[in-house]
């Protein structure tokens, strides 16, 4: 799976100069590390436990949505707004949409059982860890030296799966006999705070990367429509990201009821399955970006990624109905498959700002908007269809998903000749994949 970010040099402005290096940084990695274990501690449990509450599964998928819908949007602009405001600013602004939503969230609208303000409430949190993590991510690209930015990219991304959702549900398992569901929730809460707090007190002599104002936006929304029509492969990369994430996002919704209804696992095996998916994808997103250089970026997505991703979704299904209570050891086989293949869509993120080579920002930009989109669609799958057509039916819509993005992948050319999927001295950032929250 990927995260992608909105590249600095969508607006106008000089760049800072990018003199430092990743130890300068070291406050804000331990923060952004604290900060998205603390955002990671409820994904394996929040589904369950708010229909226990007395809401849906129906409504729950839509709650999702609408979560997923906010995240998209401040992805999308999360990179502009670092240009226009700085990156401090906006990071500030993603730990308070963060905390103050969340704490009525918590405080009020779980008490009151009230659907109104559990959707206002969550979906406004949304736009909290895009913001603070994006916003990180763009202060480290316009200031780190370009021969340090490699590693500095790639320990962002480190620091940001591993918080989310890994060993925040390995922190989940941990506090959830001890404190409970909604206790263990407030603690995350003061978690998050912690790791906010760490990573923007340091930076408060740091200067806005670049100058700019609100109005920036519109001729950046403009220009990038028109590179869309000009490039229509930057689009499709774009619906090809989207479905890359969808189906991790979808099973956080409705899969934990499989598990502990129609399979009578615990829900310990629930997490433990999610966390097998998430740590064998932050493997594999290494191990395959690597080996993708020297086979060919968009044969990977196609035939790793999107056929692979397919066939591997079907067994999230079927090997645990067939083997929940005869071997474990296959469930879990499972889980580390899907994390698997699902890291063969990591070359979208060299793939892409080929296609725009002199508008890298704009092309990265729309692949972030692909990675936010996901956070909302997997969950509108299962609000839309899982009445209809039931757990079974929605891993086959996904696994279709996965089948047409690999056939959309098939008509995303990069401007080369001698090899139609590789393009030489490229300048993309090396970047570690993993699941957007």
């Not at 909604?182 to 995350?188: E, G, K, N, Q, R």
């Not at 196609?302 to 079907?314: K, P, T």
Request: aromatic share 12%; with cysteine; charged share 10%.
């Amino acid at each position: 799976m990927q995260t992608t970010f909105p590249a600095p040099s969508v607006s106008n402005g000089p760049l800072l100069p990018a003199s430092r290096l990743p130890r300068s940084f070291a406050l804000q990695y331990a923060g952004l590390l604290v900060f998205m274990i603390g955002d990671g501690v409820e994904v394996g449990y929040l589904s369950p436990f708010l229909v226990q509450t007395g809401q849906t599964e129906h409504f729950v998928a839509l709650l999702f949505t609408a979560y997923g819908l906010v995240a998209a949007l401040a992805a999308w602009f999360s990179g502009l707004l670092c240009d226009i405001f700085g990156s401090r600013t906006v990071m500030t602004a993603g730990l308070l949409f963060w905390i103050l939503p969340q704490l009525l969230f918590l405080g009020v609208a779980i008490p009151a059982h009230s659907p109104a303000l559990l959707l206002l409430t969550y979906g406004l949190r949304g736009a909290g860890y895009p913001l603070f993590s994006y916003g990180l991510l763009t202060l480290l690209v316009t200031t780190i030296r370009q021969d340090r930015l490699g590693r500095a990219v790639g320990l962002f991304w480190f620091c940001f799966t591993c918080g989310l959702p890994t060993v925040g549900s390995i922190v989940a398992q941990l506090l959830l006999p001890v404190y409970g569901q909604y206790v263990t929730l407030w603690i995350a809460l003061l978690g998050v705070g912690a790791g906010g707090v760490l990573a923007v007190l340091p930076l408060s002599a740091t200067p806005r990367a670049q100058k700019g104002s609100l109005k920036d936006i519109g001729p950046t929304l403009r220009e990038t429509v028109r590179q869309i029509r000009q490039n229509p492969g930057v689009g499709l990369a774009c619906i090809v990201r989207a479905v890359n994430s969808s189906a991790t996002h979808g099973l956080i919704v409705f899969m934990p009821f499989f598990f502990t209804g129609r399979l009578g696992l615990s829900q310990d095996v629930w997490i433990r399955f999610l966390e097998i998916i998430f740590a064998s994808n932050i493997v594999f997103n290494l191990l395959i970006g690597f080996a993708s250089d020297y086979i060919s970026w968009r044969q990977t997505v196609i035939w790793f990624g999107g056929i692979g991703s397919a066939l591997s979704c079907v067994g999230l299904y079927w090997i645990p109905l067939l083997y929940a209570q005869s071997s474990l050891l296959a469930v879990y086989a499972s889980a580390a498959v899907f994390g698997m293949t699902l890291a063969g869509y990591v070359p979208l993120s060299a793939l892409t700002p080929s296609l725009l080579p002199d508008h890298k920002g704009i092309a990265m930009s729309l692949l972030n908007l692909g990675a936010g989109s996901s956070v909302w669609i997997g969950p509108f799958i299962v609000y839309a269809f899982e009445g209809t057509v039931g757990t079974q039916g929605i891993i086959l819509i996904y696994a279709a998903l996965f089948l047409t993005s690999a056939l959309l992948t098939f008509f995303i050319t990069p401007p080369t000749v001698t090899r139609p999927d590789r393009v030489s001295n490229h300048t993309t950032l090396p970047q570690s994949e993993g699941v957007p929250s």
